[in-house]
């Protein structure tokens, strides 16, 4: 007992004292409340960014959805047997106006049918023979049998009635509109109602043709205002006959009389037979051009610019051989041509300049664009007068309503019963609905909504050939200055420059960043990066848009003036901080090792003003030797050779090639010298083989410059041309100074994060400080340094002062960096306060967003995959 008694006492001498550990409730609670908010967070960031993309998916998804149909109504109503010429209605879709052959006209309330008085024209008796009307059908031309054409000016009143002022009696159409049997009341907010009438201006007859024959086609336009109005009409008479008519009406301001002079000028006659089988003739607005069509689908262009001169420029076919023309017409604007055979081929055709031609005056007519076959051939064709829709009716019946630039169907109404043939169709003047006349007296009437026709994946982001151009591109110009404007939102160029601002930023702020993060992590005194990295990250704190500023008002004139000092810059800075380097390399060691502090740091900021000051004195002399004394007619190609500035590109190159070949080959042989022979003497062997290389570099480039230049390459015209003084290289300048700082201060976190220990071990076995950097600290802080770079480039594409007041705002598709450029984030900030809501600029604004969401998503994305990676590999040193 008393030995066990023992041994426990003993044991418990030899075990020391043990304190109970137990972690205290209140740090336990504020782990777990601290865990479950950051978890919180997380969830909510993410929740946040998901909210954001469904967010801009919700805006943009409207542009790719076809039209849809709010409203139908069928009716018959009493019409005679003749031809329909005109059919117009007004833009509340109201009143529904049509004119017959035989000068009787009808007027009828567009959604019910209920008929009304439509005003007089007086064309009762007369054979009309030929109408035409303007795309927005307020204005007339009539051609007779006897040769005359009268003008008729379709004014649809509108006027706001209170509720009081109602006229009595009047009878209910619906539980909108109301008539007195002439125009029609409709009910708006505000107890009042919207008085609507056609009155219809007819002018005196004119004589259209110098032998009276009848009219067998007319085209009639109309310009100027009522002071000093030009009508231009183009009449083709039944004997083939071709007259253009200019009558210019001058108003006196005294009498409030108009005079009338017209002016009849004879076009070069047709060749037999065309007027037999005529189908059409088109002027267009300005009267400088006159196209008459065939039904077998030739197509007769004059030339009319000079009206004293008009000739036949050019002839073609525009249908394949055997093939019936069954559509020719202009859409707004009168430069697309949409012609339609009866075999249901669709196309549109656009009148550019090519050199090789046989027309007469350089231009001819090129088919543009190419819709699918509508299986049917076209009857009746209506163009709208907002934008480049329009609608045909088929032979088989149906109805398509289609947009000329995206070739989207906005609408298919397909006939009601076999058999059905229309008379007339026609688009309402807001392109929110479709009136179509059957020959039977039915009436349909369907309102519709197509609020984006001119969007779809393809006029997004593929090339679109647009009015006045000569071949497709991929085009952005949102707004123009005429109604007629079609607006261009190809994407292409945003991206483009979106990409190319950060390219160019990154290509200048990333040697500067990670050689500055490398030099002060590794080679800085203590005291100097003490004060060096506080300047550096308190530059990332400077506005955008003050960078911005400076950059449009103050660094772009100054680049401008001196583009020949700062080309020759990017040279003699990083020379001269290299010879200063070499000549230091002399010093004894203990004035080195005295003076590697803020001496040594303030000899490299004197030795850059010194590179600087050079420059400038220089600048004049070097523009001179390299280019022929005007860099910017240089860049232009009006004068000098491609050698010069493919030198200056082909010098970094050849230094590096060369300076490979001398470590390949004499690396080992001159690492053994050095350690044989004297420091002094190693400094000054470095220094002389440094001047050795860089002499065969100069060398080497020029040889190569010379070669390239005889073969006919030439930088010119690609990454280096015009010269705008708001560019690309002043935006990668401003934006560059944003960057530096940040991609700075994280890779220099991230090379400081590197082990002492990793330091102390390549030092030890021998390996230089630059060395020890660059085999050993750089690769195992790359995942940190291209983390840096990844979020540096972050900010170049998200960037927007910078690029909106610096860059020109060019959407062009062009890598020269002396043009500008325009970014999506800057046409998102730029544009986005005029656009209209819920309209198409708006909605692809957010699309714009949702493109730049998706490239920093996928940019970020391949970044952390490479960083996982390269951190994987230095965990493993």
């Not at 041309?721 to 990668?732: A, E, G, K, M, W």
């Amino acid at each position: 007992m008393k030995s066990e008694n023992a041994h426990k006492q003993q044991t418990q001498d030899v075990i020391p004292f043990q304190r109970k550990k137990q972690v205290s409730r209140k740090v336990l609670i504020a782990d777990w409340f601290a865990d479950r908010i950051i978890t919180i967070g997380g969830v909510l960031v993410i929740l946040a960014v998901l909210g954001i993309l469904v967010f801009l998916v919700r805006e943009t998804f409207p542009l790719f959805q076809s039209g849809e149909m709010t409203k139908t109504s069928s009716y018959t109503v009493e019409i005679p047997a003749e031809q329909v010429l005109t059919l117009t209605m007004d833009e509340y879709k109201t009143l529904a106006f049509t004119l017959f052959a035989n000068g009787i006209s009808s007027l009828h309330h567009a959604a019910t049918g209920v008929k009304l008085t439509p005003p007089p024209l007086g064309f009762q008796g007369k054979t009309i023979t030929a109408v035409a009307s303007s795309i927005d059908q307020t204005h007339l031309g009539i051609g007779f049998a006897d040769g005359t054409v009268q003008f008729a000016e379709m004014q649809i009143v509108t006027e706001i009635v209170p509720a009081d002022r109602l006229p009595q009696h009047l009878q209910q159409i619906d539980e909108r509109d109301s008539t007195d049997g002439i125009a029609v009341y409709s009910r708006i907010p505000g107890n009042q109602f919207r008085k609507i009438h056609y009155d219809i201006h007819v002018d005196d007859p004119v004589e259209a043709t110098n032998n009276g024959a009848a009219i067998a086609a007319l085209d009639y336009r109309v310009s100027g205002k009522a002071e000093r109005q030009l009508k231009a009409f183009v009449v083709v008479d039944q004997e083939g006959n071709i007259t253009l008519n200019l009558a210019k009406s001058k108003m006196n301001l005294m009498t409030g009389k108009p005079s009338v002079t017209i002016e009849h000028i004879p076009l070069p006659p047709l060749p037999e037979g065309v007027a037999a089988s005529l189908y059409d003739v088109l002027l267009t607005q300005k009267a400088d051009t006159v196209m008459v069509a065939g039904v077998d689908g030739t197509v007769y262009r004059y030339n009319t610019q000079n009206v004293k001169s008009p000739f036949l420029a050019e002839k073609t076919r525009v249908l394949p051989p055997n093939t019936e023309l069954s559509a020719f017409h202009f859409l707004l604007g009168e430069q697309s041509l949409v012609v339609g055979g009866a075999d249901g081929s669709l196309g549109v055709f656009f009148l550019v300049s090519k050199a090789d031609n046989d027309s007469q005056d350089g231009q001819m007519l090129v088919k543009g664009r190419r819709f699918a076959s509508t299986a049917s051939a076209i009857r009746h064709f209506s163009a709208s007068n907002r934008g480049k829709s329009f609608a045909l009716a088929l032979e088989n019946g149906d109805i398509l309503v289609l947009h000329g630039t995206s070739q989207k169907i906005l609408a298919r109404f397909p006939a009601d019963h076999p058999g059905v043939s229309y008379r007339k169709i026609l688009l309402a003047p807001r392109f929110d609905g479709l009136f179509a006349l059957q020959e039977n007296g039915q009436a349909r009437f369907w309102e519709f909504d197509v609020p984006h026709p001119e969007t779809t994946f393809r006029t997004l982001f593929q090339k679109v050939w647009y009015e006045g151009y000569a071949e497709p591109g991929y085009t952005w110009q949102s707004t123009g200055a005429t109604e007629d404007f079609e607006s261009k939102f190809s994407l292409i160029p945003l991206i483009f420059g979106t990409i190319k601002a950060a390219f160019y930023s990154l290509l200048f702020a990333v040697p500067i960043a990670i050689l500055g993060a490398i030099y002060t992590s590794e080679f800085l005194h203590l005291r100097v990066r003490s004060v060096v990295k506080p300047i550096m990250e308190m530059m990332a704190s400077l506005p955008s848009v003050v960078l911005g500023f400076v950059a449009a008002l103050v660094l772009a004139p100054i680049v401008e003036t001196w583009i020949a000092a700062v080309i020759l810059a990017f040279v003699a800075i990083p020379v001269a901080l290299m010879f200063s380097a070499l000549l230091w390399q002399l010093l004894p060691f203990h004035l080195a090792n005295r003076w590697r502090g803020i001496p040594k740091f303030s000899l490299m900021i004197a030795v850059m003003l010194a590179a600087m000051f050079v420059t400038y004195q220089l600048g004049l002399l070097f523009e001179v030797f390299f280019f022929q004394g005007d860099f910017k007619a240089w860049v232009n190609g009006d004068l000098g050779t491609a050698t010069p500035f493919l030198f200056l590109l082909l010098l970094p190159l050849s230094f590096t090639l060369i300076a490979a070949v001398v470590t390949r080959y004499w690396g080992r042989r001159i690492s053994k010298l050095m350690l044989v022979i004297s420091p002094f003497q190693a400094a000054l062997f470095d220094m002389v083989k440094w001047l050795l290389m860089v002499g065969s570099s100069i060398a080497l480039s020029y040889c190569l410059a010379y070669l390239f230049t005889a073969f006919g390459f030439d930088v010119r015209g690609s990454f280096v041309n015009t010269y705008i003084q708001r560019n690309t290289l002043i935006v990668s300048f401003a934006m560059g100074f944003a960057i530096i700082p940040i991609i700075y201060t994280i890779a220099e976190d991230a090379l400081n994060a590197v082990p002492e220990h990793l330091r102390a071990a390549s030092l030890g076995c021998g390996a230089t400080p630059w060395q020890t950097a660059l085999y050993v600290v750089l690769p195992t802080a790359v995942s940190g340094v291209f983390s840096a770079i990844m979020i540096g480039m972050g900010r170049a594409v998200g960037e927007t002062m910078i690029v909106v007041m610096a860059a020109g705002n060019t959407p062009i598709l062009d890598w020269n960096v002396f043009n500008g450029l325009r970014a999506l984030s800057a046409t998102i900030a730029v544009e986005l306060p005029e656009a209209v809501k819920n309209g198409t600029l708006y909605r692809i604004l957010f699309l714009s967003g949702l493109v730049l969401f998706a490239m920093t998503f996928v940019i970020n994305t391949i970044a952390e995959i490479v960083r996982i990676r390269f951190r994987k590999r230095a965990s493993q040193l």
